[in-house]
């Protein structure tokens, strides 16, 4: 337990080092925590597809990936909220369980809206940059949703004694939008879905789990890093880089996986079946 409490401490500290930072020092700060740590649970996506199945899937991974940063060149407007309302409706979906549903609405929100409860402003700057025509507008009614959302989280997080969920929160709430978001993705989203997928592969450990995906993650970060280049210049401050490489490979991982997963689920239940009808006849 002495690594993960030294990890989080780490993190926080430096959190809030570069909450007093600059734009470039929270970009920085973004970049590493959503596109270096937070993607290491997106990594083992071909690892979890059948092997028959996964050449398909790489072309419809990239297809998908392709066309998002094509949106993101062409009209970033629309591209922009078409991404966060598909991530909160991936993060409800995931981190909350099922006989939760308000607690899944929440968070959903939550993770996406919450920072603009306490810097709509700054927020609204990075909306701006990002491509949004409406952003002043956009980042309120972020604020209020994220406000209603949080303060139920909280509550949630106090009956329940959720440390996790009661951290994540105040994260989003307190520090700047690029930050908090970082760090409250971090803690309610990506780093619970590294865990889940490190025991779906059998991996005793993290460091087991990042050597089997190493590939893969390396090719993602080389994408991200490609991607955020070209599209410098259109956004010399680096943020709309950010946000389209990060939905390049973010939006797929939404949209792609889970049909696959669902296909494999499927697959399964229908040999299932077969065999337990076999049985019968026999």
């Known amino acids: 337990m002495r690594a993960p409490a030294i990890g989080w401490g780490v993190l926080l500290a430096v959190a809030a080092a570069a909450a007093f930072g600059g734009l470039a020092v929270q970009l920085a700060f973004a970049v590493v925590a959503i596109g270096v740590v937070g993607m290491a649970h997106g990594a083992s996506d071909l690892a979890i597809v059948a092997p028959a199945r996964r050449a398909s899937f790489i ?8 066309t998002c940063l094509w949106w993101w060149v062409a009209d970033p407007a629309i591209a922009l909220p078409a991404f966060l309302i598909a991530s909160a409706v991936h993060f409800g979906l995931e981190d909350a369980p099922e006989d939760r549903p308000l ?35 956009m980042a309120a009614a972020m604020a209020v949703a994220g406000g209603a959302a949080a303060t139920w989280l909280l509550v949630c997080g ?11 929160t105040v994260a989003l709430i307190v520090l700047p939008p690029l930050v908090g978001f970082s760090v409250g993705f971090l803690i309610l989203h990506a780093v619970p879905q590294t865990v889940e997928r490190r ?79 076999f049985r019968a006849s026999v």
């Open 59 to 66: 072309a419809l991974y990239g297809l998908v990936g392709a």
């Open 103 to 137: 607690e899944r609405v929440a968070r959903g929100i939550s993770l996406v809206a919450t920072p603009a409860t306490l810097h709509m402003e700054a927020l609204a700057d990075i909306l701006r940059l990002a491509g949004t025509t409406s952003a002043m507008a």
């Open 158 to 168: 106090l009956r329940c004694r959720d440390t996790r969920l009661l951290a994540g």
């Open 199 to 277: 025991a779906r592969l059998g991996c005793a450990t993290t460091a087991a789990y990042l050597r089997a995906t190493a590939p893969v993650l390396v090719a993602a970060l080389f994408l991200v890093v490609l991607a955020g280049g070209l599209l410098l210049r259109w956004d010399p401050s680096g943020v709309r880089p950010l946000f389209a490489g990060i939905a390049a490979l973010a939006v797929p991982h939404l949209l792609v996986t889970p049909w696959f997963e669902q296909a494999a689920v499927s697959l399964s239940l229908s040999d299932a079946r077969t065999a337990t009808s």
